[in-house]
T-cell receptor, first 118, second 117 residues
Framework: AQTVTQSQPEMSVQEAETVTLSCTYD???????LFWYKQPPSRQMILVIR??????QNATENRFSVNFQKAAKSFSLKISDSQLGDAAMYFC???????????????FGKGTKLSVKP | GAVVSQHPSRVICKSGTSVKIECRSL??????MFWYRQFPKQSLMLMAT?????????EQGVEKDKFLINHASLTLSTLTVTSAHPEDSSFYIC?????????????FGQGTRLTVV
């Protein structure tokens, strides 16, 4: 079975600085998706960034980028120029490919609570 | 992106009563929806997979007779917590997938905070 591990229960960053959140996973599959989701106090899950395992290039979305190391099964999230609105729980998630067309469920890590100091 | 609407956002019920939570995909059809449960300061745990037109698939340890799932159309799945007890108090979140295969993304409802008193 696949597992996702986030080893940092809490992280703190100064506003405008850069922070990296760690995530490792375990799988025997060769193709899969990886995601970072943000959950603010409202508890709405918001997709931050996604990475397809078959793509070697690291995904980027504005201030958010990932360092995807497939061999090491590592998928860290870097937040640049941190803003107060970035404060939230961040969940790393894994999803296997579904070639049959149905959408498989996400497997989540335990989350990292990010605080942003003004 | 696609929109998933979950209702109600908050509900308080008495012990022993049943509560229904709705999850709707507003602008796309979802053959599969997922129901998660999230305890305070913890991660999302998959409860069951809701399949349109067929029975839901429950994760190990989830009581299918307590958590009834119905997916009668391509845009609506419901979760009914039957004979609710205080230990059922939690945050419940649904998600639905858009696309298939290589082009797939999960969209989440706003969640439902259930309090059983």
């Amino acid at each position: 079975a696949q597992t996702v591990t986030q080893s940092q229960p809490e992280m703190s960053v100064q506003e405008a600085e850069t922070v990296t959140l760690s995530c490792t996973y375990d799988t025997s599959e060769s193709d899969y998706y990886l995601f970072w989701y943000k959950q603010p106090p409202s508890r709405q899950m918001i997709l931050v960034i996604r990475q397809e395992a078959y793509k070697q290039q690291n995904a980027t979305e504005n201030r958010f980028s990932v360092n995807f190391q497939k061999a090491a099964k590592s998928f860290s999230l870097k937040i640049s120029d941190s803003q107060l609105g970035d404060a939230a729980m961040y969940f790393c998630a894994y999803k296997g490919m579904n070639y049959g067309g149905s959408q498989g469920n996400l497997i989540f890590g335990k989350g990292t609570k990010l605080s942003v100091k003004p | 992106g696609a929109v998933v609407s979950q209702h109600p956002s908050r509900v308080i019920c008495k012990s022993g009563t049943s509560v229904k939570i709705e999850c709707r995909s507003l602008d796309f059809q979802a053959t599969t929806m997922f129901w998660y449960r999230q305890f305070p300061k913890q991660s999302l745990m998959l409860m069951a997979t809701s399949n349109e037109g067929s029975k839901a698939t429950y994760e190990q340890g989830v009581e299918k007779d307590k958590f009834l799932i119905n997916h009668a159309s391509l845009t609506l799945s419901t979760l009914t917590v039957t004979s609710a007890h205080p230990e059922d108090s939690s945050f419940y979140i649904c998600s639905a997938g858009s696309g298939s295969g290589f082009n797939t993304e999960a969209f989440f409802g706003q969640g439902t905070r259930l309090t059983v008193v």
